[in-house]
């Protein structure tokens, strides 16, 4: 493990989700849209897992919320990792993982307290466009991945067209998403987000677009990335 400092890493947009914490599991709350995104975020993890299986693999998830995520990887085998500093969210993942009688080793703090563990795959989604450095981020999961070890994302395109929809549209006038969840400002471009995984030693970097229909509450795989997308990149 290199020597860094890895303090402050993860978002600062607690307040937003505090106020939420008795919605994570309410497949028609506040997270109805991100239940329903999980189901196409789960066929992208399983399409491009070099290892076909999850079953025994080490799993980190970046920002797991209330466990969304890491109870269906659960499921699959995956001995799972779930880290977030919001304390309430990770309460929720808790309880609810007890409640379906699932493993699942939850953690509440910044990232440092994995410093010193290494996985297989790293799930970091619809994180990346809350953090303070994206760079960071990326470097650390590279000193923690194991050989061969595969990092999956899901974030929001910097456009006009993910203002429009992912804002102004999602937040303010469809209410499918808390307001004040995202600051435009800190949306990312593919390019970006690619230049930074090759610099920290990733290689192989795919993008794969994804488009949400509101009045349907699904979400399907795209060839544009105007608004939000999937990315994966291998340690090797």
């Known amino acids: 493990m290199k020597s860094k400092n890895y303090k402050s890493m993860l978002n600062d947009s607690s307040r937003v989700f505090d106020n939420l914490s008795d919605e994570w599991w309410d497949e028609n709350g506040s997270f109805k849209a991100l239940h329903s995104f999980n189901l196409i975020r789960l066929e992208f993890l399983k399409k491009n897992n070099l290892k076909k299986s999850f079953n025994g693999l080490s799993v980190l998830d970046i920002g797991c919320g209330g466990g969304i995520l890491c109870e269906p990887l659960s499921r699959l085998g995956a001995e799972v990792t779930g880290i977030d500093n919001n304390e309430k969210a990770i309460n929720v993942a808790k309880e609810h993982a007890k409640l379906k009688n699932l493993k699942i080793n939850y953690i509440?703090?910044?990232?440092?307290?994995?410093?010193?563990?290494?996985?297989?795959?790293?799930?970091?989604?619809?994180?990346?466009?809350?953090?303070?450095?994206?760079?960071?981020?990326?470097?650390?999961?590279?000193?923690?991945?194991?050989?061969?070890?595969?990092?999956?994302?899901?974030t929001i395109n910097k456009t006009l067209s993910s203002y429009l929809f992912a804002i102004f549209f999602a937040e303010n006038v469809l209410q499918i998403v808390p307001r004040g969840t995202h600051e435009w400002k800190k949306f990312l471009k593919p390019n970006y987000v690619k230049t930074q995984f090759l610099k920290n030693g990733f290689n192989n970097f795919k993008v794969q677009g994804v488009n949400y229909n509101p009045f349907k509450n699904t979400w399907s795989f795209s060839k544009k990335t105007l608004v939000n997308y999937m990315f994966f990149a291998y340690n090797s």
């Open 108 to 154: 509440n703090g910044e990232l440092s307290k994995v410093a010193k563990y290494s996985f297989d795959v790293i799930t970091c989604m619809e994180v990346l466009e809350h953090v303070k450095d994206v760079n960071q981020i990326i470097s650390f999961s590279n000193d923690i991945l194991k050989k061969d070890g595969i990092f999956f994302g899901s």
